[in-house]
């Protein structure tokens, strides 16, 4: 099974400025993730003032939005995409993370198997 980690930072995008010994710390959690075959994607994203949003209304026309986005209450700071045996292992490695004020959020990624057969026949994706 495979597991999105999202991370959500407890402070404020114009403060965050990582200590070296924070990074050494990440890096070498992101290594045992490595190293325990559970890692398969991971990167930390940059602060939503650099970004954007695309919203679609019922007609599907969309709407973009360059950021900051005021109304956010909380922003993913970053993610690991890892296989894991089930959901406990998966939030046990999240325990883990060396990062200190900040929430993780682990959520099972679908997978084509998890939807009805009629769902799956109509799939033509890659």
């Known amino acids: 099974m495979r597991f999105m980690m999202f991370m959500y930072p407890e402070i404020e ?29 991971m990167d930390g994203l940059r602060p939503p003032s650099d970004g954007g949003n695309v919203v679609f209304d019922a007609e599907a026309k969309a709407t ?40 993780i959020e682990v959520r099972r990624v679908f997978e084509m198997e998890d939807f009805p057969q009629e769902v799956q026949d109509a799939y033509e994706g890659p």
């Open 64 to 103: 973009i939005t360059d950021g900051p986005f005021t109304e956010a209450k909380e922003v993913v700071g970053g993610y690991w995409l890892i296989q894991a045996r089930s959901k406990e292992e998966a939030l046990e490695w999240a325990s883990r993370c060396p990062d200190a004020n900040c929430r």
């Open 13 to 41: 995008e114009q403060d965050w400025n990582p200590t070296p010994e924070a990074v050494a710390a990440m890096g070498r959690y992101n290594e045992e993730l490595q190293k325990a075959g559970m890692l398969l994607s």
